[in-house]
């Protein structure tokens, strides 16, 4: 069967308290905080650090499918998960393929990439990333939360099998989005909580469970992810299971992370798998979905690069005047300069692997890496001598930093670092998600795939140094 091979998670470093927003707006605070996408972040760019973490045990070269689910693409006329692929190094010759319109779009990309892996035996991604908007005031806004999830499904060296599934899609207006809007609507809850929701999570459930012939006392975890939290409740009391069964929603510190949500509290889950322990998943929106999955004893020796636990952990908090100018909610004076450039297409297509990729060279004369590219070594000027040598996945040290209180951003200041690479390569990049005044020489940093800027509609993304997580 087919199943879950790997898998990685983004949380974003960044939270927004949500009591700060009630103390600024007047309105009544949820308890905790929400997670907050950081200036220079997007869904796509979250997706990226997902699925970077997913491809640690599995080599990109060995994908043949990716499937990118997101309901806030960065693009709505060209295809993102190019961006995501580009990024994490896979081959040109993947099918790609973006998933969006309904937050359901993630265990729909994720049963997509099952039925793919096992009818073509070769491995499919699917990233789930959301980088959410509500208006203020609204509850969306306290509610929502931004982050990413990746899955890499195969036939070997399966972790967890997908045993069954159920699907089921009924037209009801619930939440809506049009072209061209930036905050969600949503109808009245009470109407989708007893005609929709309710009705529809639970006969997804129920359906699943008889396929597989499975009782609800027999499940190790359960995932129920709803738009509206009283029907998660209600159905996890139709259940009749032990609590401890359920599957943390995050509410408290992540906060609903869209498309992405189901596949985050799966992630959350997994590492206590033990071999033979099934999974319920379900996601309730213009439908739902069900799936069942098995852990395999290959569970056992499986643990992710970066949990759930340990990103949540690793934060640092937001004002909530800051998350309103990143999200160009509240107008800013622009900067007193020339607009930057809009990147051109032709040399964005022919340094790829550079750009996106972040891969360097080393000369294979002298064995000395450089970034950028070059086609003289540095070292021993041996000319067309270079072979490809990436540097994402390589951790880092600062060896000099500047501060610049001047240059425009959205964040200021702006910290600049020459970072000296594990192995070779010395490099000039801004640093990101820092305390600017904590900066500091010999500092260990990781490299991460950021939006410098929009131009003209079209999205900047190169790469950017962090204090590793």
Not at 197 to 205: H, M, N, R, V
Not at 215 to 235: H, M, Q, S, Y
Not at 317 to 331: A, C, F, H, M
């Amino acid at each position: 069967m087919a199943g879950i091979v790997s898998y990685g998670s983004y949380i974003p470093y960044r939270r927004l308290k949500r009591a700060a927003i009630a103390q600024v707006l007047g309105v009544p605070a949820s308890k905790g905080e929400r997670a907050v996408a950081s200036f220079d972040e997007d869904s796509a760019s979250m997706a990226v650090e997902a699925v970077r973490d997913a491809l640690k045990t599995t080599p990109a070269a060995a994908i043949g499918s990716l499937f990118f689910a997101t309901t806030t693409a960065p693009y709505t006329e060209k295809l993102n998960a190019a961006i995501i692929g580009a990024a994490t190094r896979m081959p040109a010759e993947i099918r790609a393929i973006d998933i969006t319109g309904s937050v359901r779009a993630g265990l729909s990309a994720l049963l997509q990439g099952a039925d793919t892996a096992a009818s073509s035996r070769t491995q499919a991604v699917v990233a789930m990333a959301d980088a959410r908007l509500g208006a203020p005031e609204g509850k969306a806004e306290q509610q929502n939360g931004d982050g990413a999830v990746a899955f890499v499904l195969g036939t070997d060296n399966v972790i967890a099998e997908i045993e069954a599934s159920a699907s089921l899609t009924r037209e009801f207006l619930d939440t809506w989005r049009a072209p061209g809007e930036r905050f969600a609507h949503s109808w009245e809850e009470r109407f989708a909580l007893t005609q929709a929701y309710s009705p529809l999570l639970g006969k997804a459930i129920q359906q699943v469970l008889s396929k597989a012939k499975v009782a609800p006392g027999d499940l190790a975890k359960i995932v129920v992810d709803a738009p509206n939290p009283r029907a998660a409740e209600e159905i996890i009391r139709g259940l009749k299971v032990d609590p401890s069964k359920i599957a943390d929603t995050f509410a408290l510190t992540v906060g609903q992370v869209g498309a992405a949500h189901a596949g985050l509290m799966l992630a959350g889950v997994l590492p206590s798998l033990k071999p033979g322990d099934r999974v319920l998943v379900a996601s309730v929106a213009d439908g739902a979905e069900a799936i069942l999955l098995r852990a395999t004893p290959a569970v056992a020796n499986f643990k992710p690069l970066r949990s759930v636990g340990r990103m949540i952990e690793s934060k640092g908090d937001v004002t909530y005047g800051n998350y309103l100018k990143w999200r160009e909610i509240l107008p800013t004076e622009p900067p007193r300069r020339p607009d930057p450039d809009r990147p051109a297409g032709p040399p964005m297509f022919r340094a790829e692997q550079w750009k996106f990729g972040f891969v360097g060279t080393r000369c294979t004369n002298c064995g000395t890496p450089q970034l950028p590219p070059q086609r003289v070594c540095v070292k021993c000027k041996a000319y067309d001598k270079m072979e490809p040598y990436p540097f994402a996945d390589r951790t880092a040290r600062i060896a000099t930093y500047a501060i610049d209180r001047l240059a425009f951003s959205l964040n200021p200041p702006t910290v600049n670092v020459v970072i000296d690479f594990d192995g070779g390569g010395r490099f000039l990049c801004e640093m990101t998600d820092c305390e600017p005044e904590k900066v500091a020489i010999g500092d260990e940093v990781e490299m991460t795939f950021r939006r410098l800027f929009t131009a003209d509609g079209v999205h900047n993304y190169f790469w950017k140094a962090r204090p590793k997580r």
